[in-house]
């Protein structure tokens, strides 16, 4: 713009020039009678005016070209700018969009996991008494590492700094290994009191159907659920000595027979 004004002052100027050049002749015509025929002088003079009036023109027309690429590259730059805005624009509006939907979802899941947590912390407390209560009355199978596991249970659940995820990571552990006892053959060994005695036995574990210690030559016993006390098995020695080298991997597995079953099934195997 400011390059379209400077030319219009230079225009102006120029036709200004040429209409004082006329002016002046007007009145050198006037004052002077009938005008003279042009001489050479006055021809090359106009002659050389028009020439330069034409050559500024065009100069000025050149330089408004070059001022109007200049103009017109700002326009185009200009252009893409609002064009890339427009999509920013649109853009943000789409992440927006997304971003809200996501908060909303977040919320109903928090509203849900809130929901879950009020009621999942009686359920760990109750489900805690449960476990304890089931161990209490279960087969004595290591009872050393099962009562540690307990106890760590419930104090944890009773811990204010532990989140629900902790308590609720202790209660599965310590299910999953309760679970783990009725699948498994295991040993180990322990100091019993049987008959009023402390002897030192291999304890057997046969998942959760029968529970045996072997002492020293041929005593063997079973615990009894039902009277909570060891009986011995002597009848059942070799089996269960078997049973025991199978379960310490100091034997190949194989089939063996064991007084598995309610303890009257296992007094009339011993009978026969």
């Known amino acids: 713009m400011r390059g379209k004004r400077r030319w219009m002052r230079r225009v102006m100027a120029c036709g200004c020039g040429i209409l004082l050049l006329g002016g002046a002749a007007a009145v050198m015509a006037a004052g002077s009678g009938p ?28 330089q408004w070209a070059a001022e109007a690429a200049v103009l017109q590259a700002e326009a185009d730059a200009l252009e893409k700018q609002l064009a890339h805005l427009q999509w920013q624009r649109g853009k943000t509006a789409e992440y927006m969009a997304d971003l809200t939907g996501k ?46 596991r307990i106890q760590r249970l419930l104090q944890t659940l009773g811990d204010a700094d532990a989140d629900l995820a902790a308590k ?26 049987i008959d009023g005695r402390i002897v030192r036995v291999h304890r057997l574990s046969v998942g959760r159907l029968g529970l045996f210690a072997v002492g020293s030559g041929s005593d063997v016993w079973r615990w009894h659920p039902e009277n909570g006390r060891w009986e011995a098995v002597g009848t059942w020695a070799s089996q269960i000595q078997e049973a025991l080298q199978m379960a310490d991997r ?9 007084p598995i079953g309610r303890p009257e099934s296992v007094l009339e195997e011993e009978a026969k």
């Open 168 to 193: 609720a990571g202790v209660f599965f552990t310590a299910l999953a290994a309760e679970i783990a006892y009725g699948h498994e053959t295991l040993s180990d060994e322990a100091e019993l009191d």
């Open 103 to 148: 908060i909303s979802a977040l919320e109903t899941a928090e509203t849900e996991a809130m929901a879950v947590g009020d009621a999942m912390a009686p359920f760990l407390d109750a489900a805690a008494d449960r476990l304890k209560t089931f161990v209490a009355g279960d087969l004595p199978l290591f009872p050393e590492a099962r009562g540690a």
């Open 250 to 258: 100091a034997r190949l597995a194989s089939l063996v027979r064991l």
């Open 35 to 62: 005008a003279p025929g042009p001489s050479a002088e006055g021809v090359r003079q106009t002659a050389e005016s028009a020439v330069a009036v034409r050559r500024e023109t065009q100069q000025l027309r050149d």
